[in-house]
């Protein structure tokens, strides 16, 4: 398909062919603020973030024969499972009186209740696995890949004076081929912090700054840093507008409660049904000054997300598709209604809130958390 997209091109003959090459890249970690003296109560929730890095790496050299580079961000979907079921936790889904608890989530976040009783032990230990699934997402050139990890909540249960608490140490690793097949068997690799997709060169100080992104209205530019300025090589992507939108329809939410919030495209679910819709929401074009253009159909180029809030806590800062966050406590009523903002920025190198785009907007009304049966 490569091939073909290289050679249908409708450009007169005297423009520059471009042979060029196609790689992923995929790194997961942690997201945490855990260490060694952050203790739990006994029925304290684990809140816990990815950090999930997924790419395409277009690579040419130019007439002039400078390399370039283009990292295209390009979409996931992650999938959480406990192993063993509810009997070793569960996660939670909603809010408030509305919430649920099932032993599966998707997103890049979750909120895992790990299933601990009071022990009359000074020290307990306990293991859980987590099993991740994620999928980056194919396109006319390349097919759907799928990752398999595991998430291991290593627990330490202590006991002192009647209380019971708990300290937390987390690692991910990626399930070995024969894993696939076989959830139960736990051959690990013994890297504790992230995994690079061995197909892509492992040298991360490479891949963190390789090129710039410029927006105007619907197009988007990538641009490599090591670049001919004669040639102009670029990546064009055209999209209709981003229209991701804060998935929370309450409009209430409890005093000090912890809650997972979610962005979604509004366009998911046509894409999924129409493929030709898909394809027509975004393209991407590459070419440059007299080369020829290469368009490079259905890659979902994923911009990066972030999150506001005028109170309470964002756990693991503002970034990402999921917010864990923690809703104000009563000495904040009087600042409801609370106001959480979502903005975007297909630049993944920028942290800079000032420079990403609104999106969507909510308000909601901070309750008092509802007095206990009998109380």
């Known amino acids: ?6 050679k249908n091109n409708y450009e007169p003959s005297d423009k520059i062919p471009l042979e060029f090459d196609i790689q992923r890249y995929l790194d997961v970690n942690l997201t945490s603020s855990f260490d060694d003296t952050y203790y739990f109560g006994i029925k304290d929730a684990i809140p816990i973030t990815l950090n999930v890095e997924s790419f395409i790496l277009i690579k040419t050299n130019c007439q002039h024969n400078i390399h370039h ?18 009997d070793n936790g569960a996660f939670k889904i909603g809010g408030g009186m509305d919430a649920e608890f099932f032993a599966r989530d998707y997103g890049d976040s979750v909120i895992f209740y790990p299933k ?9 230990y306990k293991n859980i696995s987590i099993y991740l699934t994620i999928n980056q997402l194919g396109s006319t050139l390349f097919d759907q890949q799928e990752y398999r990890f595991v998430v291991n909540v290593n627990i330490l249960i202590t006991r002192k004076l009647l209380k019971t608490n708990y300290r937390v140490k987390m690692f991910v690793s990626k399930l070995d081929n024969d894993d696939h097949n076989d959830e139960n068997n736990n051959k690990l690799y013994n890297d504790d912090s992230s995994i690079l997709n061995s197909n892509i060169p492992s040298k991360r100080d490479d891949l963190k700054s390789i090129g710039k992104v410029e927006q105007d209205g619907n ?14 090589l670029m990546v064009i992507v055209k ?7 804060i998935k929370f329809f309450k409009k209430h939410l409890i005093t000090t409660e912890i809650i997972k919030i979610s962005a979604e ?10 493929s030709n819709t898909y394809n027509n929401n975004n393209y991407v074009l590459f070419t440059g000054t007299n080369y ?58 920028l942290e800079d809130l000032q420079q990403a785009i609104l999106l969507d907007s909510k308000k909601f009304w901070i309750l008092r958390q509802p007095p206990l049966m009998g109380g």
Not at 69 to 86: A, D, H, R
Not at 239 to 245: E, I, L, M, P
Not at 265 to 274: E, I, L, Q, R, S
């Open 1 to 6: 398909m490569l091939e073909n997209s290289k």
């Open 292 to 349: 020829k253009k290469y368009f490079l159909d259905g890659i979902k180029i994923e911009p990066r997300l972030f999150w506001e809030s005028n109170s309470g806590k964002l756990v693991y800062g503002n970034l990402g598709h999921s917010l864990i966050y923690y809703t104000p406590g009563e000495d904040d009523l009087l600042k409801s209604p609370l106001t959480i903002n979502l903005y975007f920025q297909y630049d993944h190198s």
């Open 265 to 274: 495209c509004n366009n998911n679910t046509t894409a999924k049904k129409n």
């Open 219 to 232: 197009l988007i530019l990538f641009k490599s840093f090591n670049s001919c300025k004669i040639c102009n």
């Open 116 to 124: 601990l009783n009071n022990t009359t032990k000074d020290t307990t």
């Open 69 to 86: 580079i283009f990292k295209l961000p390009v979409k996931t979907e992650i999938k959480w499972k406990i192993k063993g079921g509810t």
């Open 239 to 245: 999209s209709n507008k981003t229209s991701f939108f």
